[in-house]
C-alpha cells in the first residue's frame, strides 16, 4: 500500500542553524501539507500546499518557515534558524484532492533544537 | 471555547472490553469527520472517516455522528493490547484552495491483557 516517507527520522541542529525535512507524498496524491506536534500537545496544522503554491499558512508558519517541491515527487519543509520552541514532530501529509478528503501522514520528523 | 475538545483520559481497559472514545465541537462549518489513531512517537495513522449523521462501521470499530449535539464517537469492540494508542478526532476546514485538518488533543488508550 503506498505510504507518505519522511527523512530523517530524527534531527538533532543547534539553535540559529537552518534544517530541511523532506517528504515522499504518496505519488497520485496533489495535496501537501506539513503539521507539527509539540510533546504533549495537539498535531496543529503548518501549511498547505497546491499546484506549486501555498494554499494556506497558520500563524506558526512565519517569514523563518518555506516549503517547496522541487521536482515531481519530494515535499520539502525549510526552517531558516531554528529556535528551542521549533523542538516539535514534523508530519508531512498528503490528500488526492482538496475537498476536505482524508489526509495520509508520514511516520514524521523528530526535530531537537539544542 | 476551543474548536475540538476531546477527553485526554488516559483509558485504562481490560482485553475485550467495548472503549467508547469522545470528541466535541463547536464549529458548525465542519462535515466531515476522520478517526486516527496515533502510536508513541510515530505518525497519524487514518482509522474512519464519515461525513453523515448516524453510525459507519468497519471491522471492530464504529463511528457515530451527531451532528444536532456537535458530537462524534468512535467505539472499539473485542479491544485488544494492539489497539492500545492515542485516537485523534479531526476535522477539515477550508482554508484558500485547501482544506486544513483541526485535530483534538487525543485521547490514551491503554487495552490490558
Known amino acids: 500500500e503506498p505510504e507518505v516517507t519522511q527523512t530523517p527520522s530524527h534531527q538533532v541542529t543547534q539553535m540559529g542553524q537552518e534544517v530541511i525535512l523532506r517528504c515522499v507524498p504518496i505519488?497520485?496524491?496533489?495535496?501537501f501539507y506539513w503539521y507539527r506536534q509539540i510533546l504533549g500537545q495537539k498535531v496543529e496544522f503548518l501549511v498547505s500546499?497546491?499546484?506549486?503554491?501555498?494554499?494556506?499558512k497558520s500563524e506558526i508558519f512565519d517569514d523563518q518557515f518555506s516549503v517547496e517541491r522541487p521536482d515531481g515527487s519530494n515535499f520539502t519543509l525549510k526552517i531558516r534558524s531554528t529556535k528551542l520552541e521549533d523542538s516539535a514532530m514534523y508530519f508531512c501529509?498528503?490528500?488526492?484532492?482538496?475537498?476536505?478528503?482524508?489526509?495520509?501522514f508520514g511516520p514524521g520528523t523528530r526535530l531537537t533544537v539544542t | 471555547q476551543k474548536e475540538v475538545e476531546q477527553d485526554p483520559g488516559p483509558l485504562s481497559v481490560p482485553e475485550g472490553a467495548i472503549v467508547s472514545l469522545n470528541c466535541t465541537y463547536s464549529n458548525s462549518a465542519f462535515q466531515y469527520f476522520m478517526w486516527y489513531r496515533q502510536y508513541s512517537r510515530k505518525g497519524p495513522e487514518l482509522l474512519m472517516y464519515?461525513?453523515?449523521?448516524g453510525n459507519k462501521e468497519d471491522g471492530r470499530f464504529t463511528a457515530q455522528v451527531d451532528k444536532s449535539s456537535k458530537y462524534i464517537s468512535l467505539f472499539i469492540r473485542d479491544s485488544q493490547p494492539s489497539d492500545s494508542a492515542t485516537y485523534l478526532c479531526?476535522?477539515?476546514?477550508?482554508?484558500?484552495?485547501?482544506?486544513?485538518?483541526?485535530f483534538g488533543k487525543g485521547t490514551l488508550l491503554t487495552v490490558n491483557p
Open positions: 505519488s497520485n496524491h496533489l495535496y
Open positions: 479531526a476535522m477539515p476546514s477550508r482554508g484558500g484552495s485547501n482544506y486544513k485538518l483541526t
Open positions: 501529509a498528503s490528500s488526492p484532492q482538496g475537498a476536505s478528503a482524508p489526509q495520509y
Open positions: 464519515t461525513y453523515s449523521s
Open positions: 500546499f497546491y499546484n506549486n503554491e501555498i494554499s494556506e
